[in-house]
C-alpha cells in the first residue's frame, strides 16, 4: 500500500523569500510521484511529476522539487516566493503510472508581503 | 495542454433533487475518469472510478444508488447526486487520464460545489 505524508499543515513565508513543502511517502514498488496546487473553489493544477526519469523535477511557476529514495522523499522548493503562489499543496504518489493516486493531506502556503 | 471542462462550478438546490454533474475531457480521449469529493480543509477522497463503456468502481463506503457515474463516451462522464440531502453538500471534483499516452498524470477539472438546503 501506499501512503503520503505532509509534515507541515500550513506553511507561511514572506513574499521573495524561498518556499520549502516537504512530502514523504511509502510505497512498496516504484512510485509517481506528483505535485498538484490548488486555489480557493478551483480544481487541481498539475505542477511537476517524477516518473523514474531524472530525480530533480523542474515544474510550473519556478517550483522544483527532487526525489531521494534513500529518504523516501519529494519536498517541493521554489526559490522566490509571490503572492499568487498562496493555495494548497498537494502530493500525491502513484505506483500505476497516475490510474491509482494516492494524495497527502496538504499544505496550505501563505505569503506574507 | 490537457484540459478537463466541469459543468456546473457551483449548484444550490433543495433537499430531495437530483443533481447531475458533467466532466468533459476536451482535447484528448479518456478511458478512465475519476470522481473526488472534498470536504472544507481536507484532501481529495476517491469516490469512484468511471470507466468508459463499463460499469463504474466505487470505493469503499460510497453508496452506488446514490451516486450515479456514467461513462457513455471517451471524452463525458457524468456524476448525479439523486435525491440530494443537506448531508451530500460539498466540493466533486472529477479528473482524466489520456488514453493515448502512457505514463501520464491525471488532470483535474475546476470543481463544483454542491449546497443542499
Known amino acids: 500500500a501506499q501512503s503520503v505524508t505532509q509534515l507541515d499543515s500550513h506553511v507561511s513565508v514572506s513574499e521573495g523569500t524561498p518556499v520549502l513543502l516537504r512530502c514523504n511517502y511509502s510505497?512498496?514498488?516504484?512510485?509517481?510521484l506528483f505535485w498538484y496546487v490548488q486555489h480557493p473553489n478551483k480544481g487541481l493544477q498539475l505542477l511537476l511529476k517524477?516518473?523514474?526519469?531524472?530525480?530533480l523535477v523542474k515544474g510550473i511557476n519556478g517550483f522544483e522539487a527532487e526525489f531521494k529514495k534513500s529518504e523516501t522523499s519529494f519536498h517541493l522548493t521554489k526559490p522566490s516566493a509571490h503572492m499568487s503562489d498562496a493555495a494548497e499543496y498537494f502530493c500525491v504518489v502513484s505506483i500505476n503510472y497516475g490510474q491509482n493516486f494516492v494524495f497527502g493531506p496538504g499544505t496550505r502556503l501563505s505569503v506574507l508581503p | 495542454g490537457a484540459v478537463v471542462s466541469q459543468h456546473p462550478s457551483r449548484v444550490i438546490c433543495k433537499s430531495g433533487t437530483s443533481v447531475k454533474i458533467e466532466c468533459r475531457s476536451l482535447d484528448f480521449q479518456a478511458t478512465t475518469m475519476f470522481w473526488y469529493r472534498q470536504f472544507p480543509k481536507q484532501s481529495l477522497m476517491l469516490m469512484a472510478t468511471s470507466n468508459e463503456g463499463s460499469k463504474a468502481t466505487y470505493e469503499q463506503g460510497v453508496e452506488k444508488d446514490k451516486f450515479l457515474i456514467n461513462h457513455a463516451s471517451l471524452t463525458l462522464s457524468t456524476l448525479t447526486v439523486t435525491s440530494a440531502h443537506p448531508e451530500d453538500s460539498s466540493f466533486y471534483i472529477c479528473?482524466?487520464?489520456?488514453?493515448?499516452?502512457?505514463?501520464?498524470?491525471?488532470?483535474f477539472g475546476d470543481g463544483t460545489r454542491l449546497s443542499i438546503l
Open positions: 517524477y516518473t523514474s526519469a531524472a530525480t
Open positions: 510505497s512498496s514498488y516504484s512510485p509517481s
Open positions: 479528473s482524466a487520464r489520456d488514453r493515448g499516452l502512457g505514463n501520464q498524470p491525471q488532470h
